[in-house]
């Protein structure tokens, strides 16, 4: 266990960077930070020599890559970090320098425990790609095919869990402060970056994932998954199939070579609403390097090492918003958050309907290029703060993902109205999930799930309130207040009072918005 001392010395070297780049000034100027974290941005910020524009994408490309994937996911929340610090994020690349081949090789080579030479009939030392995590080869099997071979930067892993323990421990003393700190639940939202990077250190489950999302999508026309080649792939590893299509973001390529581009973002559009919405399993990573068009106009999307999951409630629950806000429904919207507990009970569903209908009227029927889904996000975060709704962190991926699509489907055809392209699609799917079919098939199959369980409850009561004999139970004993209550070890005491007295309030101010992804 790493610590205080450890995390505060953590905490100082990165909050020095991010002074540098002028990153800390906003939170000077946030009505809503703690005032511990204002004093302590103020400090942090003496004897550097700031930019006159702050620099936040730069600030996070120098602290590394744990803070990268932070910085990506900040960049789509204006309501936490302000639209000026969202906007320079957005331009933060995943990227750095590539790690030497002779290294590579090592990893390539320990993780199959043979040479190179068996595993690849040859393999360009150039990468074609190098981003925090892990760097991409072009290379050939021995039975002929040209793949791209996937390889994990040696030391990532280790360096990813020393910083994200980091962000836990200052999370844990934010989230103490109380208040607009506690209802952002920084703590949650560590806790799922946690679980997003540790899928993505893990190149068998981007394998798995790759595969479970080209079942889901079998059938859906236009859209497919590139093939994995599992004998060339483990945790260190992944080796898929090369594409050599013209990339989404090749705008000239893409009309030379004669697609329709107002096609392709619709067909974009409803692949992701496909995926999120229909199968509650979907490609959070939907930048334009990860996405190519085929010959026929087939998308074909690889890097699944970032996926997101939602429930078949919270997907309704979604739909019926969407549905909502494209069609003025702004009721059924406010009761929907109530219903899902999204909003405390204390406030009135007539005040959040008028909230929303501030903030969904304005965009109907007005293209993108106008108003967009990242306004709308925009206008809906504004309100979470009114009405003291909890940050939701098993939607920050999809909040994320639909800026993404967004931003893609936009520049294919500026004139896409996302609301016009998604409301045929999610009226159709409520009615297939909400129909008077689909409620009688739900109820049987819950009520015979419910008859199938009853022998198994049976024997747990049985094993609960055995027969009468054998030993007496213990009856409770009393509760006993103790004279000399457990005291902490010495060194304990030293790292509370490190805590307390000079970095625990760093943390808070150093790390403010950098926690809140």
């Known amino acids: 266990m790493t610590g205080s001392t450890t995390h505060i010395l953590r905490l100082l ?9 002028g990153a800390l000034r906003g939170i000077e100027n946030d009505r ?21 524009e702050p620099d936040y994408a730069g600030a996070f490309q120098e602290i590394g890559p744990a803070a990268i994937k932070l910085g990506q996911a900040l960049a789509t929340r204006p309501d936490l970090v302000g639209e000026i610090p969202a906007r320079n994020l957005l331009t933060l ?8 081949f002779s290294q590579i090789r090592k990893v390539i080579e320990g993780s199959f425990g043979r040479p190179l030479e068996q595993v690849f ?49 200052a999370a844990a003393h934010l989230e103490a402060l109380g208040g607009e700190a506690a209802r952002l639940r920084p703590r949650a939202v560590v806790a799922n970056l946690k679980r997003w990077t540790l899928r993505e250190l893990d190149l068998r489950r981007e394998a798995a994932s790759a595969s479970e999302l080209s079942d889901a999508m079998k059938g859906i026309h236009g859209y497919r998954v590139p093939h994995i080649d599992w004998d060339r ?10 594409i050599g299509a013209t990339k989404m973001s090749d705008l000239a390529g893409l009309r030379a070579a004669g697609h329709d581009l107002p096609k392709l973002a619709h067909r974009l559009v409803i692949t992701f609403l496909t995926q999120a919405i229909s199968s509650g399993f979907f490609h959070a990573d939907m930048h334009q390097g990860n996405l190519f068009v085929e010959d026929d106009g087939t998308i074909v999307a690889i890097d699944f090492g970032i996926m997101g999951r939602i429930n078949r409630q919270a997907r309704l629950w979604l739909a019926e918003i969407l549905y909502g806000l494209t069609t003025g429904n702004y009721r059924r919207v406010a009761e929907i958050h109530f219903e899902a507990q999204y909003v405390p009970s204390y406030h009135t569903v007539e005040e959040f309907a ?3 209908r501030a903030v969904g009227e304005p965009m109907r029927g007005k293209p993108v290029s106008e108003l967009s889904v990242g306004q709308m996000l925009d206008g809906l975060f504004a309100i ?3 009405f003291d709704m909890a940050v939701q962190p098993h939607l920050l991926l999809l909040q994320k993902t639909m800026v993404m699509v967004e931003g893609l489907a936009t520049a294919l055809d500026p004139d896409i109205n996302m609301w016009d392209v998604s409301a045929p699609f999610v009226k159709s799917w409520l009615r297939d999930e909400l129909g008077p079919e689909a409620v009688i098939a739900d109820r049987l199959r819950e009520d015979l799930g419910t008859l199938l369980r009853l022998p198994a409850l049976v024997r747990r009561i049985e094993e609960k309130f055995p027969p009468k004999g054998g030993a007496p139970e213990q009856a409770p004993l009393p509760e006993v207040e103790l004279i000399f209550p457990r005291r902490p070890e010495p060194t304990q005491w030293l790292g509370y009072g490190l805590s307390a007295l000079v970095g625990g309030a760093v943390a808070f101010g150093l790390t403010y918005w950098t926690m809140l992804a």
């Open 121 to 169: 009939a040859s393999i360009d030392e150039n990468p074609v790609g190098a981003a925090s995590i892990a760097q991409v080869h072009r290379a050939v099997t021995p039975d002929g095919r040209t793949v791209a071979v996937k390889v994990l930067r040696p030391g990532i892993r280790e360096q990813f869990a020393r910083d994200v323990e980091t962000y836990e421990w």
């Open 32 to 52: 809503n930070a703690p005032v511990q974290v204002k004093r302590l941005s103020r400090i942090a910020r003496l004897g550097t020599r700031q930019p006159v």
């Open 233 to 242: 792939t483990n945790g260190q590893v992944l080796t898929i199939e090369w």
């Open 13 to 21: 070297k990165w909050g020095r960077v991010l002074a540098r780049h």
């Open 93 to 100: 690349q995943d990227s750095l320098p590539p790690v030497a």
């Open 354 to 356: 008028t909230a929303l």
């Open 384 to 386: 979470t703060r009114d």
